[in-house]
């Protein structure tokens, strides 16, 4: 089975401060990760997503995700934030072959002025 | 148009009432799914549609009846929901069905509130 953790369910951080979203995961199978993003009032948008091996790919927002084989971890990092970036962050988890996602449970970033 | 649709937006019924949310995408894609989001919590899978046949079933309550009409179409039928059903109803589809190569695309999703 796999599952994953996100181990802040709350994160302030001032407008243009670095900020690092932690989501460790647990599987005994090649992964598929993933970064959703939630604004209020609206559905799941796809951040980025990473397999296992692979390499990393930085989303559009400026947001990249560092994947950590030995420590099971895929952080989400974004070296300047705007006021725009407040939102949820979800951590997800897929194995190969499978069609449903397992979701964290969630970091709010909030961003101050 | 990489849209995913939904309606209602936001939906009051009461615990004897029959209602129907609908999801709406025009992408193509074959994989349509149904998720309930309890406030500050994560969504959890409720039904996966997999070329407009069910194809996995969470082991939601039988309060709970999805509907795939045709490849653009899924609608969810509500009949006598409990309080505790009340949540955000997101619906979302996917080219294909394996989670890992095929990106799921979400809709606003149907504020749902059960009295």
């Known amino acids: 089975a796999q599952s994953v953790t996100q181990l802040d369910s709350q994160v302030p951080v001032f407008e243009e401060a670095p900020v690092e979203l932690r989501c460790n995961y647990s599987s005994s199978v090649s992964v598929y990760l993933f970064w959703y993003v939630q604004y209020p009032n609206q559905g799941l948008q796809l951040l980025l997503k990473y397999l296992s091996g692979s390499t990393p790919v930085e989303s559009i927002n400026g947001f990249e995700a560092e994947f950590n084989k030995s420590q099971t971890s895929f952080h989400l990092r974004k070296p300047s934030v705007h006021i725009s970036d407040t939102a949820e962050y979800f951590c997800?988890?897929?194995?190969?072959?499978?069609?449903?996602?397992?979701f964290g449970t969630g970091t709010r970033l909030t961003v101050i002025p | 148009d990489t849209e995913v649709t939904q309606t209602p937006k936001h939906l009051v019924m009461g615990m004897t009432n029959k209602k129907s949310l609908k999801c709406e995408q025009h992408m193509g894609h074959r994989a349509m799914y149904w998720y309930k989001q309890k406030a500050k919590k994560p969504p959890e899978l409720m039904f996966v549609y997999s070329y407009e046949k069910l194809s996995i079933n969470e082991s939601v309550p039988s309060r709970f009846s999805p509907e795939c009409p045709n490849s653009s179409l899924l609608n969810l039928h509500l009949h006598a929901l409990q309080p505790e059903d009340s949540a955000l109803y997101l619906c979302a589809s996917s080219q294909g069905w394996l989670a890992g190569y095929n990106e799921q695309f979400f809709g606003p999703g149907t504020r749902l509130t059960v009295l």
């Open positions: 997800a988890v897929t194995r190969t072959g499978a069609n449903n996602l397992f």
